[in-house]
Nanobody, 124 residues
Framework: VQLQASGGGLVQAGGSLRLSCAAS????????MGWFRQAPGKERTVVAA????????YYADSVKGRFTISRDDAKNTVYLQMNSLKPEDTAVYYC??????????????????WGQGTQVTVSS
């Protein structure tokens, strides 16, 4: 499985971006998917996750109400809509896939595949 993240960029505080993560492979619909971020000098942390059916989502407290994760299994793609961006959202964003057998959920999941990361920079 290969994951290709895109959509990052430079945006002013209060603006929006939509990240996309395209996955190869025929069994994307069986994967739980997650978005993570890593700021300079900080650990990588989970931002949002969506289960394989798309009916259950998880959000870190810092992004609740501002970010929305979604998936389109027909396109093998997971999205992260980011609104009301803040300078503290600046980071490299990674998508990840948890393939069956699924282990854990959200921040406790064991993700098997990772994308290359896309830079999001929010200016004040």
């Amino acid at each position: 499985v290969q994951l290709q993240a895109s959509g990052g960029g430079l945006v002013q505080a209060g603006g929006s971006l939509r990240l996309s993560c395209a996955a190869s492979g025929r069994t994307f619909s069986n994967y739980n998917m997650g978005w993570f971020r890593q700021a300079p000098g900080k650990e990588r942390t989970v931002v949002a996750a969506i289960n394989w059916r798309g009916g259950t989502t998880y959000y870190a407290d810092s992004v609740k109400g501002r970010f929305t994760i979604s998936r389109d299994d027909a396109k093998n793609t997971v999205y992260l809509q980011m609104n009301s961006l803040k300078p503290e959202d600046t980071a490299v964003y990674y998508c990840a896939a948890d393939a069956p057998p699924l282990r854990g959920w959200g921040p406790l999941a064991v993700y098997d595949y990772w994308g290359q990361g896309t830079q999001v920079t929010v200016s004040s």
